[in-house]
């Protein structure tokens, strides 16, 4: 895993700029605050860096790929002391990012085509044999199991996405479940390439090595010492008695590496073995049944729909239906609504029989911080249309306030506490609306992130765009939780037409996975401040 305290703290130069910290890691991107590099004024001094968020060696092993500096920092003696404690890690394929881009184009022709297809992908026997072997290996074995275990994780009717960003598979968890126990059950059946061991590849330093290499680390001289680095701490060498199960993973590596990468570092990497002794000579690959096969995912274009899962399937929390902080339950709402008015048609009653009524005139000055209205009884006669009072301010606080002047006054003149009483239990039931509604987040910078995202998904929305992967993660914020930036805009699109309410919906139901309870209170209350229809919208998240 990237130590991701250690890369909040690095700081490189590059060609725009000095890096001075991490300004945040997307699902997409990361980013990094820069100090910018003179002639760029029009940029302004701080300005942010956006890397594509790719499995890099040297974020794994707390050093700088040379590729991002203006000039490399590494240490060829320290990589090669970091490099061999990572001899035998089983993990290894998914630190390097061609040996993942491999791994992740072959799970992809997987899922879509079957065994059969990468079997068929070349009619030369020995490359078919490297792709055999490739699905032989413990990294195919385990990115299977991963996916396979996805239906332990929530409704099966969820989609979700699997494989990374440039091979993406979206499906339901049941679904895409099922279908990599079922390769897994047949992959066991394919037979191992003679003189190969394929679970023995993380044991292999020139494939660990290769990783570095790949990564930009090492010159031609330092390729050297590195070989003989090698030599000394494993003994290993290409006329060893491993030598030929070395050749083949090398030689496997490098012919499948075509499907990936680069051809600059795949010449890399036939430069190193050669420093090792492999003496590996590859012409011009000829790769065109290779390039048949289906090219990796571009991100969404425009007009061209991620897949979501529907809002119904995102789990509720255990406060919904009970916890209102807000006050933007419609059916609460309602009830409280009902409760009110029972009691203002009791209580001008009991008013009216008592010959008062309440009146709330305007102030000078309503736009005062602390204002409240006047208050004062007046004498009526009995009188089924009472005199009109003018009320002005918040309307559940004001409203709240008349009445319980009211109850008072009814009190005083007929000695019953029955309003009183009554009035106790209406603001338990009601006082939660003049509270929520007055509810400030700007003070709560956690929950003023949430509604921000939540205003920027409505607003959106309104211009016809699908967010795709809304998640707090993929923005930056001000001290105070307003947006900043946004990026990781891979899976934005906008489908030219008007979006459906369920559309929105599941577009919201991304952020709600990624936020707790008073958090997706907050981005509601965001979202309505800039959807007129926020209600609708919404009321899919109950839809079966």
Not at 26 to 39: D, L, P, R, T, Y
Not at 86 to 114: A, C, H, T, W
Not at 486 to 500: K, Q, W
């Amino acid at each position: 895993m990237i130590d991701v305290e250690w890369l909040k703290t690095v700081q490189f130069d590059t060609a725009s700029g000095r890096i001075t910290g991490l300004a945040g890691i997307g699902s997409q991107w990361i980013v990094f605050h820069c100090k910018s590099a003179g002639g760029q004024s029009e940029l302004g001094d701080n300005i942010v860096i956006k890397i594509l968020n790719e499995p890099r060696l040297g974020f794994h092993i707390r050093e700088i790929p040379p590729d991002l500096e203006s000039k490399p920092s590494y240490d060829a003696a320290r990589v090669n002391r970091k490099l061999r404690a990572q001899v035998g890690n089983p993990l290894f394929d998914s630190m390097v990012g061609p040996y993942n881009d491999l791994y992740e184009r072959m799970i992809s022709i997987l899922y879509k085509s079957g065994v059969e297809a990468i079997q068929s992908m070349t009619e030369d026997k020995e490359v078919e044999a490297y792709l055999v072997y490739l699905l032989k290996t413990p990294g195919i074995r385990r990115r299977l199991e991963d996916i396979a275990f996805l239906d332990r994780g929530g409704d099966p009717r969820e989609v979700v996405m699997c494989n990374g960003p440039l091979q993406t598979i979206e499906a339901p968890r049941g679904q895409v479940s099922t279908w990599a126990r079922s390769m897994l059950e047949e992959l066991e059946g394919v037979a191992i390439p003679q003189g190969s061991a394929p679970d023995r590849l993380c044991e292999n330093p020139f494939w660990i090595w290769g990783g570095a290499v790949l990564d930009h680390f090492f010159t031609s001289e330092e390729m050297a010492d590195a070989a003989q680095f090698i030599a000394a701490n494993f003994g290993h060498s290409a006329a060893g008695p491993d030598g030929v199960r070395l050749r083949i993973e090398m030689f496997a590596f490098l012919t499948l590496l075509s499907l990936v990468a680069e051809r600059e570092k795949i010449d890399r990497l036939v430069e190193f073995c050669n420093h090792a002794g492999f003496r590996f000579a590859l012409s011009d690959p000829e790769t065109e049944e290779l390039e048949k096969q289906d090219k990796p995912a571009e991100s969404p274009a425009a007009g061209k729909m991620p897949i979501l899962s529907p809002p119904s399937v995102v789990a509720r929390f255990p406060e919904e239906g009970r916890v209102d902080p807000m006050a933007q339950d419609p059916r609460l709402l309602e009830t409280a609504a009902a409760i009110f008015g029972d009691y203002m048609t009791r209580l001008k009653s009991a008013a009216d029989a008592a010959g008062i009524s309440v009146m709330l005139p305007h102030t000078d000055d309503e736009s005062a911080p602390y204002w409240k209205p006047w208050r004062s009884v007046v004498p009526v006669q009995n009188s089924a249309t009472p005199p009109a009072s003018v009320d002005s301010g918040p309307p559940e606080l004001v409203l709240t306030q008349r009445l319980l002047t009211c109850a008072q006054a009814v009190k005083a003149r007929t000695g019953s506490n029955e309003s009183t009483d009554v009035m106790a239990q209406l603001i338990e039931e009601i006082g939660y609306v003049a509270i929520g509604r007055s509810h400030d987040v700007r003070d709560r910078p956690i929950l003023n992130a949430a509604k921000s995202l939540g205003a920027i998904a409505a607003k959106l929305h309104g211009n016809g765009y699908i967010h795709g992967d809304l998640q707090p993660q993929n923005f930056t914020f001000k001290e105070d939780g307003e947006i900043q930036s946004m990026f990781d805009l891979g899976r934005t699109c906008n489908p030219g037409r008007p979006l459906t309410l369920l559309e929105r919906a599941s577009d919201l139901a991304v952020l709600k996975r990624h936020v707790s309870f008073l958090e997706w209170e907050a981005a509601k209350l965001g979202y309505r401040s800039e959807a007129p229809d926020a209600d609708e919208v919404l009321a899919q998240f109950e839809v079966q």
